[in-house]
């Protein structure tokens, strides 16, 4: 079986192209005892991939040059030498940016779709979905009756965000850019939607939440801190997942400047990753799959096709123009 791949060519200094990738087709090794060969139909691309561009620490070890990158992928076993897989077994992996892998067993899990397209399990009911509820459900202890502040809720996980903020009595102000996200946040019951592009973000903000925010959950850093810092009640709490507007210019980003304001209202700022809250993933699937099937969140997605345009669908994450989560197919 041959499969081509994407390796990381040069590390991107600044907003990455397509200079900084190489596809190159290989040939794969039969599996020998205890592995598999598996054939992928759909892979992801998130922001969080960019800091593994860096050679240093971030969200995980840093890519190789000259080795093929990795990610969330779904795809089903075309041979397998293990009792545990056969032949069509649909399965995920971490062995995205490339079309097919052959390796152990033990690296790939069998996946149960609920009932749901199997692609959502990269997405709305995978990991951010899982980082959009261990964010708001435990690391800024979401009470009913929140004023919940999201940036960038028009993504994969701000769009979780704010339908589980919904569904669970909360108040939701969202950000996004451009009209037709804006639309969009409306459309899935965002209370007060914002587009940053247009006008004065901090004013804005303070329109829609006159009395302040309980939570904010991070995905855009810069600016929006900053006026989620100047809105926030007493004691509020900030769950900081991500900071795009930051990833290309990690050196030159500047804090908030209105940071003191952290000590006089007692706020509690936390990051964290996902992988930290492993222990929650059950729970999240079983949940978000009876509301999907029920109509109660709606799923976005937005999907390049073919593994020559893998690098052009992550490229698309720092221009804004993905809607939900942005996916691409493979077969």
């Known amino acids: 079986m041959k499969s081509r791949e994407v390796r990381l060519k040069s590390r991107p200094q600044g907003l990455p192209t397509g200079a900084h990738f190489d596809i190159v087709t290989v040939d794969l090794p039969a599996p020998k005892d205890g592995e598999v060969q598996v054939r992928n139909s759909w892979m992801t691309v998130d922001p969080y991939m960019r800091g593994r561009m860096y050679d240093g620490p971030s969200y995980a070890a840093p890519f190789q040059v000259g080795e093929a990158m990795q990610g969330g992928a779904v795809g089903k076993v075309v041979a397998s030498k293990s009792p545990a897989f056969k032949e069509g077994d649909l399965v995920q992996s971490f062995f995205g940016?490339?079309?097919g892998f052959t390796a152990p067993a033990s690296l790939v899990q069998k996946l149960d779709t609920h009932g749901l397209p199997e692609q959502m399990f990269l997405g709305a009911v995978g990991m951010p979905g899982h980082t959009a509820w261990a964010g708001l459900m435990r690391v800024a202890a979401f009470k009913p009756g929140d004023t919940v502040f999201v940036s960038g809720a028009a993504g994969a996980v701000g769009s979780m965000v704010a339908q589980i903020a919904k569904l669970k009595g909360g108040t939701v102000i969202g950000t996004a850019g451009g009209k037709e996200k804006v639309a969009f946040l409306k459309e899935i019951g965002?209370?007060?939607?914002?587009?940053?592009?247009?006008?004065?973000?901090?004013?804005?903000?303070?329109?829609?939440?006159?009395k302040g925010i309980?939570?904010?959950?991070?995905?855009?850093?810069?600016d929006h801190l900053e006026a989620a810092i100047a809105v926030a009640k007493e004691h509020a709490r900030f769950a900081i997942c991500g900071g795009i507007s930051g990833y290309n210019d990690m050196a030159a980003m500047a804090g908030p400047r209105n940071f003191l304001q952290v000590v006089g209202k007692r706020l509690r700022i936390e990051g964290f990753i996902v992988s930290d809250h492993g222990d929650m993933l059950g729970e999240y699937v079983g949940q978000m799959s009876e509301w999907i099937k029920a109509g109660k969140v709606q799923v976005r997605e937005t999907v390049d096709e073919g593994i020559e345009n893998a690098v052009g669908a992550f490229l698309k994450l720092f221009s804004g123009a993905n809607t939900g989560k942005m996916l691409v197919k493979l077969a």
């Open 97 to 99: 940016w490339r079309e």
């Open 190 to 210: 965002v209370d007060h939607a914002i587009d940053y592009k247009e006008g004065n973000l901090l004013q804005a903000l303070q329109k829609a939440a006159p």
């Open 214 to 222: 309980d939570i904010y959950f991070d995905n855009v850093g810069g």
